[in-house]
């Protein structure tokens, strides 16, 4: 006779809910094709009798010799996998890596390599062919394509099939020989880390005849590049060798081109032949010493300069422009850009202590020589209306376009009355991808955490449950409005670098404790009559100090103001945000506040606006890091004076 215990245990087991097999087919399909491999897909058979098929119907196939010990294996399992696979499905993406420099031959199935064990090149091609033909047959409308090998590949010949594609993506190739490419409908190509030898790269209307995004990086070639088509509206470059670089596109709206000189092995391409009438913003980073210039890339220089005379916003760094300012070249040279209406010089992270370029104008590298300004703008008919601004290369180069938030994983969560969402964007210095369409719609949701997302939309939608509200490194355009239409039983709000060029109105009846944490805004307004906690920080040195207009708080038990920085030159606004707090019971400035309202003057024959105060507590970072101390703690008499009939507790703050 069995344990009873155990028994029990087992039938408790089997009576639990099986959460994951509750979900709809289309659902696990779409869990299933977001693993690595999908010989991961094919082990979940063992599950149950529901999931023993459900792998063979997947409509995203993941295949990638890094998670194969062997060749024998891996050419195993991609005949298992299409010989058991549903041949009535269609196969919407596929995703091929092959990498056999570190793949070793199983001898007993295939004798066919070098002395080290290698594999050889026309051993793979003929699985690589059937995987492409299937995949054209099943109408594949995505394709990312990685192959590395120690020596020349042919393109695949039945890729050239997949007549219904629309996204190809090929990476990691050494191209022996470049057929004629045929591809209706792709719209989109990416090509990276390939070689061509001293064969031309052509990407032209003939090939691509629908073709309007194309990024290329990477690639190194000793022939020419001709990048043409009618349809083409984006274009990026970056890191990119060829001989001469011809680009006529008449619909091309954005251009991107980065490359590196200094390189031994990499040079910038000659612009010999570029036609761009409808260029709307043209971005150029070359990274290079000043020193390192030369005539030949001068002369590249001012000719991708010449080629981009349309744009109307223009991006770039101070090092290749002061290099050419240093040889003579911008002098009595008349500028060719006639359209600008904004200009954006990226500068060096090391410049800007903290990031923050608007304290930091001051600094050498930061002044951008006269001549420069006046070659850029001379061709433009109202150079005072041009928006001149600075930007740190670094951010700048993390704004990269990020991948579509996953709205079908949103609206089953919204259906099935979710009640707590955390959703974060990685790519957060882009800030493009708004917050997804079906979470506006939510109205069970209680707890909503946003991070990384361009929130503009929030205040358009009604979220009557929602009682925490915390976003993380995100933006807006135009005006944030947290009022009670919007959200009717909001009582918490954290705000942490948030970031827009309107205004930001905090205004709600259930309202209990507000955050403001290195937000950068125009105006910050706050009325909220059951307001019991307030807390504000300037954050890092990323943000600017924000206007707090109108502040209204008359239940106000705590509040805190944690500033260091810069309290002097903005003393006037935090004297008008400490106005705003004159209900607070508790009180927790910092003592470079204090000092920077008294060097300001603004403490002289003042009296404390605090009526109701009983506590107050003073923050000092009086150590550095390194432990040792800062200075010796001693408050100016003035400060003092003003804080006459207080009892004043000073703690030492070293929390970064």
């Known amino acids: 006779m069995g344990n009873p215990k155990k028994e029990l245990d087992r039938g408790a087991k089997r009576n639990a809910e099986d959460r994951i097999s509750s979900l709809p087919d289309d659902i696990i399909r779409r869990i299933l094709s977001l693993l690595e491999d999908t010989k991961f897909a094919a082990k979940t058979c063992v599950l149950s009798k529901r999931w023993k098929n459900l792998w063979t119907s997947l409509p995203d196939l993941r295949f990638n010799t890094a998670y194969y010990k062997t060749t024998r294996s891996f050419r195993k399992f991609l005949l298992s996998a299409f010989l058991q696979r549903d041949r009535n499905c269609e196969v919407r993406s596929l995703h091929l890596s092959m990498d056999y420099e570190h793949l070793r031959v199983d001898e007993e199935f295939d004798d066919n390599s070098d002395e080290e064990g290698y594999y050889y090149v026309d051993d793979d091609e003929s699985s690589r062919d059937y995987v492409f033909r299937y ?39 050494s191209v022996n020989e470049m057929p004629f490419l045929y591809f209706p409908a792709v719209t989109s190509l990416y090509v990276g880390g390939c070689n061509f030898g001293w064969k031309c790269f052509n990407v032209t209307q003939p090939s691509f005849p629908n073709l309007a995004y194309l990024h290329i990086y990477n690639l190194l070639g000793g022939g020419d590049m001709e990048i043409s088509g009618t349809k083409l509206v984006t274009f990026k470059m970056e890191g990119v060798q060829f001989n001469k670089v011809k680009l006529s596109a008449p619909n091309l709206e954005v251009f991107e081109c980065r490359d590196t000189i200094d390189a031994k092995w990499r040079r910038l391409g000659d612009f010999f032949d570029v036609d761009l009438p409808s260029l709307q913003t043209a971005e150029v980073v070359v990274n290079y010493k000043v020193y390192h210039v030369s005539e030949q890339v001068e002369d590249k220089l001012m000719k991708i300069l010449d080629g981009i005379r349309n744009a109307k916003s223009l991006t770039l760094n101070l090092p290749p422009l002061k290099g050419l300012n240093k040889a003579g070249l911008l002098k009595h040279r008349t500028s060719p850009f006639s359209n600008l209406t904004s200009l954006k010089f990226l500068v060096k992270r090391k410049y800007l202590p903290g990031g ?19 070659y850029l703008l001379s061709g433009t ?33 919204v259906t099935h009355g979710v009640r707590h969402v955390n959703l974060v964007h990685t790519s957060w210095a882009n800030l493009n991808s708004p917050v997804p369409s079906a979470l506006l719609g939510c109205r069970t949701l209680e707890t909503l955490k946003l991070t990384g997302l361009d929130v503009s939309k929030l205040p358009s939608a009604c979220f009557g449950a929602v009682t925490t509200l915390r976003l993380d490194h995100c933006k807006f355009g135009g005006s944030l409005d947290f ?16 970031r827009g060029d309107g205004d930001v109105v905090i205004s709600g009846t259930k309202l209990d404790y507000v955050a403001v944490e290195g937000v950068l805004a125009r105006r910050v307004k706050l009325c909220a009559p059951n307001l019991q906690h307030f807390k504000y920080s300037d954050g890092d040195a990323f943000y600017w100090f924000i206007d707090f207009c109108d502040i209204d708080l008359p239940s106000l038990q705590c509040a805190e103001v944690l500033v260091y920085k810069d309290c002097e030159t903005r003393a006037d606004e935090l004297l008008e945000l400490l106005y705003g707090l004159v209900n607070a019971e508790s009180l927790t400035l910092t003592v470079p506040l204090l000092e920077g309202l008294n060097k300001a003057g603004l403490l002289d024959h003042e009296t404390s606006p605090f009526s109701n105060l009983k506590s107050l507590k003073l923050l000092v970072r009086s150590r550095n890091r390194d432990g040792s101390l800062r200075f010796r703690l001693k408050l100016p008499n003035q400060i003092m004076t003003y804080l006459q009939g207080f009892d004043v507790i000073i703690e030492e703050d070293n929390d970064r």
């Open 381 to 413: 008919p109202h150079p005072q209306n041009v928006d001149i601004t600075l930007e740190d290369e670094w951010m700048h180069k993390q704004k990269q376009s990020s991948p579509p938030t996953p709205n079908w994983a949103i609206h089953y969560a």
């Open 483 to 498: 009022k009670d239409s919007s959200f009717p039983n909001l009582a918490n709000l954290h705000l942490r670098k948030v």
């Open 356 to 374: 923050c370029i608007s304290r930091n104008r001051a600094h050498p590298q930061l002044q951008v020589p006269e001549e420069i300004k006046t």
């Open 135 to 173: 995949a054209a047959r099943h109408g594949v409308r995505f394709v990312d394509y990685r192959h590395r090998h120690h020596s020349e590949l042919s393109l695949p010949s039945a890729l050239m099939d997949c007549h219904t594609l629309t996204t190809l993506n090929l990476r990691d190739l």
